[in-house]
Structure formats: C-alpha cells, structure tokens
C-alpha cells in the first residue's frame, strides 16, 4: 500500500507543469554555476599546479555547487509539498484517500516516499555534472558522494517539513510560505553571533547548513545523519497524528 500510494504521488508530480518547470528552472542554473565554476577552476589551475596541497577540481568545482544545490533546494521544495495534502483537500479528495483500507502512518509515508523520490532524481540528474569531470581530471569520489549524501537528507528533512505544513491549511500557498519559512529559519539559526556559548552550540546544532558543511566538507558523522534523521521522523510523526485528527473530526 504504500509503494502503491508513493507511485501515486511520484506519477501526480511529474504531471504538473510546475514539477518541470522547477526541474528545467534548477537544471539551468546549476549547469550555469558548474560552467563557471569550471570556468575558474582552468584560470586558476596554472597557480595551483605550483601549490604544495592545492584544492583541486572537487573542491573548487563539485563542492561549492553542491552547496548551492543544497540553498536552491530549500527554495523549491515549498513548491513541490505545498500541494502534498493542501491541493487534495481543497480538491475533496482527501476524504476519498482517508476512507481507504491503508492506515494514517502509511499515508504519510507513501506520500513521503513519492515526494523523495522525485528529489532524489533531481538530485542523479544534478550529480552527473561533477562526475563529468571524472573523465579528464581525478575527482574525490569519497567526498562528492558524502556531498551527495548530505544532499540527500537534507532533502528527506525538507520533505517532512514540507509535508506536515500542507497539512495545516487548505491553501496550498500558505502552505508553501509557511515551510519556506521554518526552512529559512533552521538554514540561518546559527547566524547569531552574539548568544551564549550553550546557546549557540544548540543553535549550530539546529542548523540545516551546518550538518549538510560537514558532509561537503568529505566528512561523515554520525551526529549529522542522526540530526536529519530525527528531523525527518518527527515531522512525519506529527504529519501522522495531525492527518489521523483530521480523520477523526471529519
């Protein structure tokens, strides 16, 4: 039931105009960046050549343009969740999906699982410019595919997010402004410079960004996968519990 209802899902996205326009809208910017990044890199190379432990085409290229694709990410994934339940209650046809044999939990998760699944093809789609590069110069492949990874959940997290703001209104337009600003939020939290120490350990801590630096930086910790983890999993959790009170109420 629920690779039935996340097939669904995957199927309804990529038959809205606005899944491909924002698939089209993304692929060119990045392909701009990774041209100009590639771009500097080759003026910049003859000075490195002569550098003891110069950064190379990964770094110089493959990380900063992942980390863009991480902030471009965040501004889009409103666009693709806001409908996730608002658009299906404001079409009369949550009730329909509530009244099936599958329980709240597996509604959420399939619609979840739909959702990802379209952002991990995005994600495929983008990584293919970086490993371009593989084929006239040595990538480091460990750290492009923590990158990756760090990518991965950080749009797992945004998903959740996304998806449990759409089930707090009809509109899915308010929905979308409210999950791009609980995502602005938790991207700058830890822009605060003059908090406490404790304060803003916490608040580092609680910053989309700076668990997703470490995985561009080639680093893989478990503190960071369990941050995106539970992130992800709460609000699924209250997603669930909210989409079971609204069963309830009718």
Known sequence: MIAAIALRELRTLFLSPLAWTLLAVLQLIMAYLFLAQLDTFLMWQPRLAGMEGAPGVTEVVATP???TAGFLLLLITPAITMRVFAEERRAGTLPLLLS???GMAEIVLGKFLGVLAFFWLLLA???LMPLSLSLGTS???GRLAAGLLGLALLVAAMSAIGLYFSLLTEQPVVAAVSTLGALILLWIIDWSGGARAEVSGLFRYLSLQTHLDSFLKGLFSSADLAYYLLLAIT??????RRLDEQRLTG
């Open 125 to 127: 789609m983008l990584a």
């Open 139 to 141: 990538l480091d492949l």
């Open 235 to 240: 609000f699924l959790v209250l997603a669930t």
């Open 65 to 67: 343009l992942l980390r």
């Open 100 to 102: 099936s044999p599958a």
